[in-house]
């Protein structure tokens, strides 16, 4: 089994966080499958669909070739 932030020690997810893009601005009402999470610098960050579609070479470039 696999936790996420944000989940209680059960296992069960806790409630839904409100997310903010941190490229846009833009909000959500907890994780989204279209949405990107990214740790930069041991923060934790989200971006939308578009900012992460704008910007998928860049996010590409940045992984080891063992994951292309």
Request: hydrophobic share 25%; proline share 6%.
């Amino acid at each position: 089994m696999t936790s996420h932030p944000g989940d209680s020690d059960d296992g069960s997810p806790a409630e839904q966080e409100s997310l903010e893009c941190a490229r846009c601005g833009a909000r959500a009402e907890g994780p989204l499958p279209t949405w990107t999470f990214s740790v930069e610098q041991g923060e934790h960050r989200h971006y939308c669909e578009a900012c992460s579609r704008e910007n998928l070479r860049a996010i590409e470039g940045r992984l080891d070739s063992q994951w292309w």
